[in-house]
């Protein structure tokens, strides 16, 4: 790595330089396409409502991200490994303690984290699961057909995050500012891809499901 | 008061440990073991092992007193101190000044440097010569 | 007088092989090498002259001679005694000005490509001006000793890495040994300032074997920086058992919890600290209650607060989250009326379509037919 001189060199600009492209990247990102949404707007509906909007969009938003029963029957692998693999990456991410005080120092918000070996485990399964996604991806017939590489360049940066984060925390990779400062480059990485692929839908989901409910619930109708 | 050493360490919270104890306390175990079945001798650098404050001084107690202690005073005093674990050695050397200049855990019969040496009996030899 | 081995000096002092034999154990145990070495440090001490020795103060502040003097085994005067012949050190000998500068000459005339270099500080480049010893800039008078030296010992994070005068801005245009000195065996050993056991044990180490010891990638000996200090630290349970202290005087504090969250830097340094301990083995930043800074890593200066955990991203990312919040809103809100005008030209453009029409472009065709 000819432009650092050294491990730290690259770890100060993984924390510094790195960290504030990427999280630009992302918030401007984001906004841009959450705008674009929100400001398309829909016609004004006439219709006299039958029912109201907030309390059946929420209902959706939470009914629609639970386990639909005929969807698990025709496909269980998908559904129960997509659960494990977004419940395992989400713990990861949000109760391991360095995580933690990232947020509060950016956010000012915090809670308690797991004990280390517990992530430990969750992030191993998580990688795991993974692995079992993207090979039914691959050798699945429908599945394979349907895939574009943006399929797989997600996976890939969903992939690395895990990897070098289990790299750095068992210091695998020495020395260790390496090894963190690739655990930082990787999820900078998935921070600057994240508004211009389908990753956006950890933030469209809600909106997408808070609009079907609402629009049923306007009408009367369960959704 | 003389010296740093003198200051006495209190351990308060005997819950802050670094879990050396223990594995020191394996390491010797099995060291005796091989020291019963091969005469295989083995010392531990106590000056290498990450201590919390006052884990020296639990193993210390842990190990005991034993029957035999030697006093040896070679460039500053040295003291082998039998623990009550037949042998396993403590082993305190100072220098001149009394500072502690190392301290090791052996495991053997009796601690190689109690025995003459041979250089030193060579030059007791040429000395008692000229007394003859 | 240089020439005499470690073992004829002791013997004429009087030694016997006892003395000899702990003297080795002592000094095994600082070179922290296994006390299975023992004998092999006595087989190499026989044979061992003392290195003629050239300490060199560049951009510094004292601190690492000032270490070196409270390394109490061996001590300094038993360094300069019986290991060393230590010929030239601006701080702590007793000639100043021409006699000074005379015994530098005269040690690397007389022991021309056997005598070792210590250097502590850094280097201006900008202007040779900004340091000077009796007029000769350092940067002269570092090429002009290391010429002919065996190796080069760069003592405490300045000399090994820029340290502080190498900080941003870096306004003396400050640089490390090894910047200008590429092709002599260098040894770091740094730290601001490194433990004084460290700094004696290197020594030793050269005095024993002859040779510098194993160094990691950032030319520091493996025997003394090769584990972190997170990995050696007491306290690294509470880490693994996700217990941390929030505050300098919370409770965790006063029960020993691990201080990542104070920003403490030990998974990212490499150094002897929780072992060998400062103040005679008294204790060691940790154990006193505050977090590690990384005084022994390059730029350690620059990577942020030394109360920022590790995991905090240290650039000013509120601003530019701030930034990209404005573009954000501004570019969506632009491209949101785009959408919408796209979306009212193509309703615009969309024409009723009847089932007549159908009929007729039915006829239509048939008649083209």
């Known amino acids: 790595m000819d432009i650092f001189n050294n491990a730290n060199d690259f770890l100060i600009w993984t924390r510094g330089t790195g960290f504030n492209i990427a999280i630009a990247i ?27 909007q907030w309390g059946p969009g929420l209902k959706t938003i939470i009914s629609r991200s639970l386990v639909d029963k005929g969807t698990l029957n025709r496909s269980p692998f998908v559904v129960v490994v997509g659960y494990i693999w977004h419940i395992g990456f989400f713990i990861c991410l949000l109760l391991f303690v360095p995580h933690i005080e990232l947020i509060n120092a950016s956010l000012g918000i915090k809670w308690p984290g797991l ?32 895939s574009t590489y943006e399929d797989y360049l997600v996976w890939l940066l969903s992939f690395l995050p895990l990897l070098s984060g289990y790299i750095a925390y068992h210091r695998m990779i020495n020395p260790y500012p390496m090894a963190l400062g690739l655990h930082l480059l990787t999820v900078e990485l998935l921070l600057v891809v994240f508004p211009f692929t389908k990753l956006m839908h950890a933030f469209t989901l809600f909106l997408a499901r808070w609009y079907t409910g609402a629009m049923m619930g306007r009408k009367g109708v369960e959704s | 008061m003389q010296d740093l050493s003198d200051i006495k360490i209190i351990v308060d919270d005997p819950a802050v440990q670094s879990g050396n104890l223990q594995s020191i306390v394996t390491e010797i175990y099995h060291a005796l073991k091989k020291l019963l079945a091969k005469k295989n001798i083995h010392r ?8 919390t404050a006052g884990e020296e001084q639990q193993l210390e107690q842990i190990l005991g007193v034993g029957e035999v202690k030697i006093e040896m005073n070679a460039m500053g005093k040295s003291i082998f101190q039998e623990t009550s674990y037949s042998g396993v050695w403590w082993i305190s050397h100072y220098n001149d000044e009394g500072d502690v200049i190392s301290r090791l855990i052996e495991i053997s019969y009796l601690p190689d440097m109690i025995f003459a040496q041979q250089e030193d009996i060579k030059s007791a030899l040429e000395r008692l010569k000229n007394n003859l | 007088m240089n020439r005499q081995t470690l073992l004829e000096m002791l013997q004429q002092q009087g030694v016997t092989r006892r003395g000899f034999l702990k003297y080795c154990t002592a000094l095994t145990s600082l070179m922290a090498l296994p006390p299975s070495m023992v004998s092999a440090v006595a087989e190499a001490l026989e044979t061992a002259r003392r290195p003629s020795v050239i300490w060199l103060s560049f951009q510094e502040c004292t601190g690492c001679t000032e270490s ?9 005067e038993g360094l300069i005694f019986d290991h060393i012949s230590l010929d030239y050190h601006h701080t702590l000998q007793a000639a100043s000005g021409t006699a000074a500068e005379l015994a530098r000459e005269q040690a690397m005339h007389e022991n021309k490509g056997k005598y070792l270099v210590v250097v502590d500080g850094s280097i201006p480049l ?12 350092n940067v002269a008078m570092l090429k002009e000793t290391v010429a002919n030296a065996v190796a080069v010992i760069a003592v405490g994070t300045c000399a090994a890495y820029g340290g502080l005068p190498h900080a941003a801005p870096n306004p003396t245009g400050a640089v490390s040994v090894s910047d200008l000195v590429p092709d002599k065996p260098l040894i770091n050993v740094p ?21 510098i010891p194993e160094l990691d990638e950032l030319g520091r000996p493996k025997v003394f920086y090769g584990q972190s200090i997170h990995d050696r630290c007491y306290r690294r349970s509470f880490y693994d058992k996700g217990l941390f202290a929030e505050s300098f005087d919370d409770e965790g504090a006063k029960k020993g919890w691990c201080l990542y969250r104070l920003g403490c830097k030990g998974p990212m340094t490499y150094n002897a600290c929780a072992t060998l301990k400062w103040n005679q083995e008294t204790s060691w930043p940790v154990e006193s209650g505050h977090g590690c800074l990384g005084c022994s890593e390059p730029n350690f200066w620059d990577a942020g607060s030394f109360y920022k955990a590790l995991s905090i991203p240290d650039g000013d990312y ?6 990209a919040v404005a573009a954000g809103v501004g570019i969506g809100a632009v491209a949101g009326l785009l959408n919408k005008n796209t979306k009212a030209n193509a309703v615009a453009k969309h024409s009723s379509v009847s089932v007549d029409d159908f009929a007729v472009n039915k006829n239509n065709n048939n008649e083209g037919a």
């Open chain 3, 191 to 211: 730290g601001c300032p490194p433990v004084p056991s460290v700094i004696t044990g290197v020594l030793a180490h050269f005095l024993t074997f002859g040779a």
């Open chain 3, 126 to 137: 900008d202007n040779p001006g900004f340091s000077t010893i009796a007029g000769i800039s």
């Open chain 3, 68 to 76: 070196l003097t409270r390394s109490y085994s061996p001590t300094i």
């Open chain 1, 26 to 52: 992302f918030i401007f990102g984001v906004l841009i396409r959450v705008l674009e949404i929100l400001l398309l707007g829909r016609k004004a509906d006439y219709s006299e409502p039958r029912g109201t």
């Open chain 3, 318 to 323: 509120a601003r530019a989250a701030g930034y």
């Open chain 1, 115 to 146: 004990p280390s070996p517990v992530l430990d485990a969750a992030a191993a399964v998580t990688m795991f699961s993974m692995l079992a996604i993207l090979w039914h991806r691959m050798t699945h017939p429908v599945m394979k057909f349907l």
């Open chain 2, 44 to 51: 531990i650098d106590l000056r290498a092992m990450p201590w």
